[in-house]
């Protein structure tokens, strides 16, 4: 009976640590930065806008996009109207299973109004270290930019900063996927095709933004 009353207690302690690790936590800033612009992108509409970005901290047991993958309805949403509507209820059934800790949602950003850079925060602990980040190239077919799975917590400690040049990607759910085409009124691809990189087609390869990173605490 005492060698079992020790066991106990022993599995208690363990369990304290594991909690203390997972206390760990980390608050990032990330910092975007629109670069489209009508010399670099073909065209550069009055209305050209990043849509609210989505950003999620979370396991590898979730993804919210991922290139050679197809996109979720709720991504399909994201890329093609920049609507947030389905995809945070996706977020909120994985955040039901312990993929996502927590999920934020910026203003949408339209440079020739707002000037090129937008800020949000996020905190990650070490055992949701994952930030991923998606926002549609807007007007468009289904093009997005964002961040796929940033790992911020690497030998025990959280990094101090990540840097993406944010290069068009292809949600394979619109047809239409040329340089200088800002319509949103194209045929779906279908079957639909598994998310992919758009830097390849001539005007499309420069950045359409960047992004910082930033552990602020
Ligand atoms: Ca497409």
Same mark, same amino acid.
């Given at each position: ?66 290139? &050679?993958?197809? =996109?979720?309805?709720? !991504?399909? @949403? ?9 995809? /945070?209820?996706? #977020? ?53 930019? &964002?961040?796929? =799975?940033?790992?911020? !917590?690497? @030998? ?9 040049? /944010?290069?068009? #990607? ?48």
């Amino acid at each position: 009976m005492k060698k079992m009353i020790s066991m106990i207690t022993l599995g208690f302690s363990l369990l304290s640590m594991s909690h203390a690790v997972q206390a760990a936590k980390a608050t990032y800033e990330i910092q975007f930065k629109n670069h489209w612009n009508k010399a670099d992108h073909v065209a550069f509409p009055d209305n050209a806008h990043f849509s609210p970005i989505v950003a999620v901290a979370h396991t590898e047991k979730f993804q919210l996009f991922s290139l &050679g993958n197809l =996109a979720t309805p709720g !991504f399909e @949403d994201l890329a093609e109207l920049g609507r947030t509507g389905k995809i /945070l209820t996706e #977020i909120e059934a994985a955040m039901k299973k312990g993929k996502i800790s927590t999920v934020q949602v910026s203003e949408a950003l339209y440079p020739k109004r707002d000037g090129n850079d937008l800020s949000m925060r996020i905190t990650v602990t070490a055992d949701h270290d994952l930030i991923s980040f998606a926002s549609m190239i807007a007007p468009s077919p289904d093009w997005i930019v &964002g961040v796929d =799975a940033l790992d911020t !917590f690497k @030998d025990g400690k959280f990094i101090d900063a990540a840097e993406f040049e /944010l290069f068009a #990607i292809n949600g394979g759910t619109e047809e239409g996927d040329f340089a200088g085409n800002f319509s949103i009124s194209n045929s779906p691809t279908e079957p639909r095709e598994p998310i992919s990189t758009l830097d390849h087609i001539p005007g499309l390869t420069e950045a359409f933004a960047s992004v910082k990173i930033v552990k602020i605490k």
